[in-house]
């Protein structure tokens, strides 16, 4: 019986964040799964913007911005022949992946987390951060938005599914882990 049988992965269109989005291929290549992938156009933050930008030309690029990514991820889905349904949606990007990962019955989230730390970590905030303790679905992180990350990344994905699905098993008991107890761990904590 397959560990997972299907995955939600954010998206936000970025080389970076392909990563996160290839792990999660990966993952679902090796267990049979399906993936959902969704961009959260995060209207909130364009509320406060002057009258005389119009949201329509705004929101106009931020979709075609999604459209985009949304069609990365059915490409890179593509190559590994893995089913994928994409969707853009508007709101809170934690509360957005949380409840998209609840109501369309997913095993797990894959997403993608800079290494903020700090004062950083503090003033902005992790989406990453607030979908862990937030969510009653597994969440596994990919670090992203770093050298070490990509190099991981890139002899990961050299090195076959197969691997990236056993290393990924490992991360996802450091996420449950953190999810039962309220805590983050080493392991999550890197938004």
């Known amino acids: 019986m397959p560990l997972y049988d299907r995955i939600l992965v954010p998206t936000d269109g970025s080389s970076e964040g392909e990563l996160a989005v290839c792990h999660a ?11 959902r992938a969704i961009y959260v156009v995060d209207t909130a933050r364009y509320a406060g913007m002057p009258m ?14 999604a459209e985009s990514a949304l069609e990365t991820v059915e490409a890179l889905a593509a190559d590994r022949d893995v089913d994928v349904e994409t969707a853009a949606v508007e709101g ?11 109501e369309a019955g997913c095993d797990l989230v894959v ?7 700090g004062i950083d ?13 937030g ?9 992203i938005g770093d050298e070490e990350a990509a190099d991981v990344a890139e002899s990961a994905t ?17 996420a449950t882990r953190a999810e039962a107890d309220g805590s983050v761990s080493d392991a999550t904590e890197t938004g």
């Open 25 to 35: 291929l990966d993952l679902a290549a090796v267990h049979g799964a399906s993936v």
């Open 135 to 143: 969510s009653s679905v597994p969440v596994l992180t990919v670090r």
């Open 121 to 133: 970590r503090l003033l902005l905030g992790s989406v990453a951060e607030k979908v862990v303790r």
């Open 111 to 117: 997403m993608g987390t800079h290494g903020r730390g």
């Open 158 to 174: 050299a090195s076959g599914a197969a691997e990236a699905g056993e290393s990924a098993a490992a991360d996802e008991t450091g």
């Open 52 to 65: 005389e930008t119009t949201w329509e030309g705004v929101g106009d690029l931020l979709y075609d911005d």
């Open 92 to 102: 809170s990007p934690s509360r957005e992946i949380i409840t998209h990962a609840e």
